[in-house]
């Protein structure tokens, strides 16, 4: 299987990379399925990486239809080591303006129907997740968008619904009220796997509108959504070009890295084997 140390998920209007070399098309497959769509590794800027749609060409997936374990797992077993992801969010602060590209460093997790777990299945683990994501990538990619003629904003606290549907006004100012910055519905669950899978993972998060809190602003449709993205998918690729050097020189945060080396607690004569097969190569420790 072709390799990479970088992985790239493109959300909602970034499903391809711009400038690519050395193009190789795979379909991996994995103990949790085959991922979203087939993994294009490339060359950019002189940086092997693994880019993923989301939501496969065409836009085909739900968030909640997502197979973000057989994504990540496709991505660990390929070699990642660190996810560049990017998103489409709305903003739930009026300092935070459609267009703006924000580096979130903390999450509240809304949704409720998607498998968000490698554990289970007769092997159990708890893996620390205080802080959600690689801040060490975050802070690059935010000293990389300095460059770049977009606004843009370092910290902040995102929440993820489950959708499809946009919030409620009373959901709206419910997140308003935890002191949440942002709403999307695709950062979790694969946070949450990347860290079980001992990944870096940083969020690049695009403004496309004020959820529906805002008075003097529409209520967030599709139509503005995809208006926006459109407007900035040009500035996501020169950002993700800019910024693949440093972070492929980056030290790998070995506390992520080893974040599920001794978390599994049930014992070792307990584990099922079918289990430990499924798991290795995935997950560390077991």
């Not at 795979?26 to 060359?43: C, H, L, M, R, Y």
């Not at 797992?73 to 903003?91: D, R, T």
Request: overall charge negative; hydrophobic content about 45%; charged content about 20%.
């Amino acid at each position: 299987m072709d390799s990479a140390k970088i992985g790239v998920i493109g959300g909602s209007g970034l499903y391809a990379v711009e400038g690519l070399k050395e193009v190789k098309k795979v379909q991996p497959s994995t103990p949790f399925g085959p991922p979203s769509d087939e993994i294009t590794v490339a060359t950019l800027g002189g940086v092997r990486l693994a880019f993923l749609p989301r939501h496969g060409l065409g836009h085909r997936l739900l968030p909640t239809e997502v197979p973000s374990r057989a994504n990540i797992a496709a991505l660990k077993l390929m070699g990642v080591e660190k996810i560049l992801s990017f998103s489409a969010v709305g903003s739930l602060r009026q300092e935070l303006e459609p267009r703006d590209f924000v580096i979130p460093d903390q999450l509240v997790d809304r949704t409720r129907h998607r498998p968000d777990t490698f554990f289970g299945e007769g092997v159990v683990g708890h893996v620390a997740f205080a802080d959600p994501f690689a801040n060490g990538l975050g802070r690059i990619l935010y000293e990389q968008l300095q460059g770049l003629p977009v606004r843009s904003h370092l910290g902040g606290t995102l929440v993820c619904m489950e959708g499809p549907l946009f919030s409620t006004r009373a959901e709206s100012e419910l997140y308003r009220s935890w002191g949440c910055d942002l709403i999307n519905m695709s950062a979790l669950p694969e946070s949450k796997l990347a860290r079980e899978a001992g990944i870096e993972y940083a969020l690049v998060c695009m403004v496309t509108d004020y959820d529906c809190w805002h008075d003097s602003h529409e209520s967030v449709d599709i139509q503005m959504v995809i208006a926006n993205l459109l407007a900035n998918a040009g500035h996501a690729c020169e950002l993700l070009e800019r910024a693949l050097p440093a972070v492929a020189a980056a030290p790998r945060d070995r506390a992520i890295a080893e974040a599920s080396r001794m978390a599994v607690i049930t014992a070792p004569e307990k584990r099922p084997a079918a289990t430990v097969a499924k798991l290795r190569g995935i997950i560390e420790g077991v």
